[in-house]
């Protein structure tokens, strides 16, 4: 690329939805109708004080709405850009009935995105004199647990595997939903609480869960890994060149907008046929970026019918608005190759449609159909079981710790695929867990 202009043009870095002024902010606040029996709290998963804080804003204490919810929420400014609040607290919102519900994550996202520029919160931090806790992976599940023991006392280390944290925030999420240096801004809030990150260090292979206990004394150890290892469909032409991973072609977008990479490096060229197998969130970040990307034209191929999509709705008239086109009631029967120079090329994609077979041609494929978890911690390490589709077993006492003592896991690596606020519900109770056993333990002197 000549400069950042040009890179910015291309990925289209700008955010797709503009944020709220003070005005606007404060004017929507006002809507809020502080209800007796608030059932925008019981649709949102981290149960966050909304009207509380909605209140608060309403009249003009940035402040002290920030201080409401960081009692509840670590990533508050990603949760405000990336949660699916219609199905959650807008979803629930009394004025729902309407069409017009209170804008509870454009308010959540100007609070933090307020608090953070004028630099109005400066928590009190407690020693970190409880225990200290490892914490493996550093996506919303890693984040929250290590926010949240670090608020508590205990002296918390995060080993990632990339560059710098963010883990799916950084990597798998685009730019014109969740701008990267967002990201960075709240995963710098953890570190300010006293949190230190360990990157470029791969557990399984840097350093092993065994090593943590034996050599560096931690009390606990979480792991909140993911699912970093995407599905295949076991089709013919599955090796084509051509072929490849939605939340692969992601990163690599990711990585270019950073600077990391070379255009060329990204798999998808200026004026490709794409097509997207899968209709889920990430089919359609990956639709919606490879327009980005300059694809001549993207079709998002899925076996069930409109309403069987698990993406959001918003997200699906998104990306048609944006000329992503969709064959729907559609089963992928083989990807088409030809030959060129001794080589295999992905040449189209032969479907099932209700008016018979058909090929499309496509110059690029990307899956997008379910994640499941590595193994290369549980398989380094001693103890810790799993079941027959690779995710980590947990226990309810104390919540989340797995079947070897004082290894804890959560998120998506013990639960299929979810949301980012469910993986932050999830680790929230995780971390109370954690806390309870290291307590116990080191009280007992066991």
């Known amino acids: ?24 902010a404060i004017d929507e606040a006002k809507r809020c109708l502080n209800c007796k029996n608030p059932l925008c709290v019981q649709g949102c998963p981290i149960e966050h004080k909304i009207p509380e804080w909605i209140n608060q804003l309403s009249k003009g204490n940035i402040g002290g709405a920030m201080e409401l919810i960081n009692e509840k929420s670590n990533l508050p400014a990603i949760c405000g850009r990336v949660c699916p609040h219609e199905k959650q607290c807008e979803g629930h919102c009394i004025l729902n009935k309407k069409g017009n519900p209170v804008r509870v994550g454009k308010l959540e996202r100007f609070i933090a995105d307020f608090d953070s520029e004028m630099g109005l919160s400066k928590e009190r931090l407690k020693a970190k004199t409880r225990g200290k806790v490892a914490v493996i992976g550093s996506g919303p599940a890693g984040l929250t647990v290590a926010g949240d023991l670090a608020r508590d006392g205990f002296n918390v280390v995060v080993f990632e595997g990339q560059k710098e944290p963010g883990g799916v925030l950084l990597y798998g ?15 710098k809030k953890i570190e300010t609480l006293g949190v230190t990150f360990r990157n470029n260090c791969i557990v399984g292979e840097s350093i092993t869960v065994d090593a943590m206990f034996e050599e560096e004394g931690f009390d606990a150890v979480f792991i909140g890994s993911g699912t970093s290892v995407p599905q295949s469909l076991n089709i013919e032409g599955g090796n084509l060149f051509g072929v490849s991973q939605s939340a692969y072609f992601l ?41 980005r990307m300059g694809a001549e034209s993207v079709t998002i191929v899925y076996r069930k019918k409109e309403e069987d999509m698990p993406a959001l709705r918003s997200e699906y008239l998104e990306a048609k608005a944006e000329g992503v086109q969709f064959l729907l009631e559609a089963a992928t029967k083989e990807f088409v190759g030809k030959e060129i120079k001794g080589n295999s090329i992905l040449s189209g994609l032969k479907v099932d449609t209700a008016d018979g077979e058909i090929v499309l041609p496509v110059d690029r494929i990307f899956l997008a159909v379910g994640s499941k978890p590595a193994n290369r911690i549980v398989s380094t390490s001693l103890g810790i079981d799993v079941d027959e589709r690779g995710y980590i077993t947990t226990k309810e ?50």
């Open 1 to 24: 690329m000549n400069s950042d202009t040009d890179r910015e043009q291309i990925i289209g870095l700008a955010e797709l939805h503009a944020g709220y002024t003070l005005k606007e």
């Open 173 to 187: 999420i685009p730019e014109y939903r969740l701008p990267n240096d967002i990201t960075r801004r709240e995963v």
């Open 251 to 291: 990163r690599m977008v990711s990585l270019f907008a950073s600077g990391d990479i070379d255009r060329a490096e990204v798999p998808l060229r200026v004026g490709d046929k794409v097509a997207i197998i899968g209709a889920g969130n990430v089919a359609m970040d990956a639709a919606r970026t490879a327009l």
């Open 397 to 446: 006492h104390p919540y989340g710790m797995t079947s070897r003592r004082g290894v804890f896991a959560g998120g998506d690596v013990v639960h299929t695929p979810q949301t980012v606020v469910l993986a932050m519900r999830e680790a929230k109770r995780v971390a109370s867990g954690i806390s309870q056993y290291v307590d116990a333990v080191k009280l007992l002197g066991v």
